[in-house]
């Protein structure tokens, strides 16, 4: 039936999508260009660099390649412990102030890093309250690897909860009803029935949360700084490169990495994704 | 064993129902709104009433003056959702299994495989909910439902989402199920046919309290109100005053019932319309007791049944009949418009006005 109903829509669609089709096609054709040409720019100017190998085995590329991915990992490692409570409670809960708390939770996408930046230096720099509380207590948060979890943290955690939020709205309470009535507990219930059905949002939200991680620059500039091997993550070291004497065919280098990485998971997510729709 | 004796009070709508189900079927029957489902749904401890006492199998799981509030999923009940509701990203085997945590796998599977052949969905196991059709998938659901031993099973309107044919192959499903079943089950619906194909005794609710709770028969035979004939489908209520005895007068008319009436009081007569009997009588014969001439006004033809509108000629009430196509086919009633309407008076049931 359901066959049936796509089909009948896609023959309705076809039909009046090949009017419009004409009439849209110049500026979505542009729009695409407009993405895919600097793409394909920077994989061609690396192709004639033919040196991109040599250049992201060099110690600098290497450190900053592995402390990208392992601080972007323990980001969402962090965001998931934390947000999947969070999420769940924004979209069963309702309670005083959860407009609100939707809200702020939602802030840091719309924030300028920078702000964040500067922000969590406030908060947890060494002259700050809690700062320097942690000092006299032996921990030091800024300019530490620590540090730079923490601004990736700020900056990337809202995307994952808000699309386990959207995920978990859109799951009818009824099946959690129904396994309760079964004699399973409201927790097991929570991982046999609500995560798994949220499986399509929780894996996009991941996805986005560790790709916006990796990519985190000006939060993690301002509140961690730009120490080799400790903070500098891969795009501090492109905007080092950049400035240093490798100058730009350094950066393309370890841009293409991150562009590499970033289709791949895309891709990835797609399928796994659409793997999940296809068994129900 | 099932007792219930609930109030909650939901913004300005009041519930406050009770009635208790032994080894039988109970139906919660009244119009959507009128607090049914939400009944259920206290009964299985999926709404907190605000006071009263809910006793499972001798176990008391609420009550409110104790502050005994055991959860659903200690209740001990099997419940099937109006909305069908099996796990999507689950198989029809991995569904019917989910509750039979603690079991070893032989258990299981011996178990999942009995039930299977009970809802006859053998061939099924494998595929997901998206492959199965809504019938197929409210068998699967019923039996996940009976998957443990329960203590009782609670259907909210659990037919209401499939087609007609489905809907009566799957209540002759559970009639055949229920002669196995020996525990009570509680069944809310709005359809007038399933509840009484389906029910021992009928707890007739409307806007949150009990109108009536007595043995099917009683019910459709002797509605307790005005309200409670209505709802279940009598379409001759009329307001009739007492004349001593055992007669009644209305609309000018003075009809013989089966019960006494005090002389003067104010009382609703009911009569079903397929109890209204049309009869010739030869011309010049004196009209026979419980007699008036009426005219048909209007007929519906509803395949086996035809349903006519008679206004009166002379004294006597409206009334609706309704006669099967043969008879209306022998009596000739499509071509002979007026007729004398009998109202029998063991069929003419009496109530206190309301």
């Known amino acids: ?280 | 064993m099932i007792v219930a004796d609930i109030q909650k009070r939901l913004g300005t709508f009041e519930l406050d129902v009770q009635f208790d189900a032994d080894h039988e079927t109970v139906v919660l029957f009244g119009r959507s709104g009128s607090g049914k489902s939400r009944t259920l749904a206290a009964v299985a401890g999926l709404m907190r009433p605000d006071s009263g006492r809910i006793a499972i199998a001798g176990r008391t799981v609420y009550d409110g003056a104790s502050r005994i509030d055991v959860a659903p999923q200690q209740r001990n009940l099997g419940l099937l959702f109006q909305q069908i509701a099996v796990f999507p990203h689950m198989t029809a085997d991995e569904n019917i299994a989910y509750p039979l945590t603690g079991w070893s796998a032989e258990a299981r599977d011996r178990r999942v495989r009995e039930l299977k052949e009970l809802l006859r969905i053998e061939d099924l196991g494998a595929r997901y909910p998206a492959q199965l059709s809504g019938g197929q998938q409210q068998r699967v659901a019923l039996a996940r439902a009976l998957a443990r031993p329960v203590d009782g099973l609670l259907l909210d309107e659990p037919f209401s989402a499939l087609d007609e044919g489905l809907r009566g192959d799957l209540r002759a499903e559970l009639l055949r199920l229920r002669s196995d079943l020996d525990v009570p089950v509680i069944c809310v619906t709005h359809d007038l046919r399933e509840a009484h194909l389906l029910a021992d005794r009928i707890a007739v609710i409307e806007a949150g309290r009990t109108l009536q709770f007595a043995p099917r028969g009683e019910v459709f035979q002797h509605p307790a109100s005005r309200q409670v004939a209505e709802l279940t489908g009598v379409r001759n209520i009329f307001a009739a005053r007492g004349l001593g005895g055992s007669r009644v007068e209305l609309d000018g008319v003075a009809f013989e019932v089966a019960t006494p009436v005090a002389a003067g009081a104010t009382l609703d007569v009911a009569i079903r319309s397929e109890r209204c009997l049309l009869r010739r009588i030869e011309p010049g014969e004196a009209l026979p007791p419980n007699c008036f001439v009426a005219e048909i006004t209007s007929e519906l033809a509803f395949g086996s049944t035809y349903t006519l509108r008679l206004d009166p000629v002379g004294p006597g009430p409206t009334v609706e009949a309704e006669v099967s196509s043969h008879p209306y086919d022998v009596l000739g009633i499509a071509t002979r418009k007026r007729w004398v309407v009998e109202l029998p008076a063991n069929d003419l049931h009496v109530m206190q006005a309301s």
């Open chain 1, 1 to 280: 039936m359901t066959d049936m109903a796509a089909s009948r829509a896609g023959g309705r669609g076809s039909q009046r999508v090949w009017s419009l089709g004409a009439l849209f096609a110049s500026p979505a054709l542009l729009f695409a260009a407009f993405v895919v040409v600097p793409l394909l720019a920077l994989a061609l100017r690396g192709w004639q660099d033919g040196q991109v190998a040599d250049r992201l085995t060099s110690s600098f590329v290497l450190h900053a390649l592995q402390l990208s991915f392992v601080t972007s990992t323990l980001s969402l490692a962090i965001a998931l412990v934390f947000g999947i409570p969070a999420a769940y409670l924004l979209a069963r809960a309702r309670f005083p102030g959860y407009r609100l708390l939707t809200i702020i939770v939602e802030l840091p996408m719309v924030l300028p890093p920078t702000v964040a930046g500067v922000a969590l230096l406030v908060a947890f720099g060494r002259r700050s309250f809690i700062g320097s509380t942690l000092d006299e207590a032996g921990i030091s948060l800024a300019f530490s690897t620590t540090a730079v979890v923490l601004a990736q943290l700020f900056v990337s955690a809202p995307f994952l909860v808000r699309s386990l939020q959207a995920g978990f709205e859109a799951i009818d309470p009824t099946f959690e009803d129904v396994s309760r009535t079964l004699g399973i507990s409201e927790l097991r219930t929570f991982f046999r029935v609500t995560l798994p059905l949220a499986r399509p949002a929780l894996l996009s939200g991941a996805v986005l949360c560790w790709t916006r991680a990796l990519s985190e620059l000006g939060a993690t500039l301002i509140f961690a700084g730009n120490f080799e091997g400790r903070t500098q993550t891969m795009p501090l070291a492109i905007i080092t490169a950049f400035e240093s004497n490798a100058g730009l065919s350094g950066a393309i280098a370890l841009s293409l990495v991150l562009l590499v990485v970033a289709l791949v998971l895309l891709v990835a997510a797609r399928f796994v994704t659409r793997g999940h729709r296809g068994a129900l």
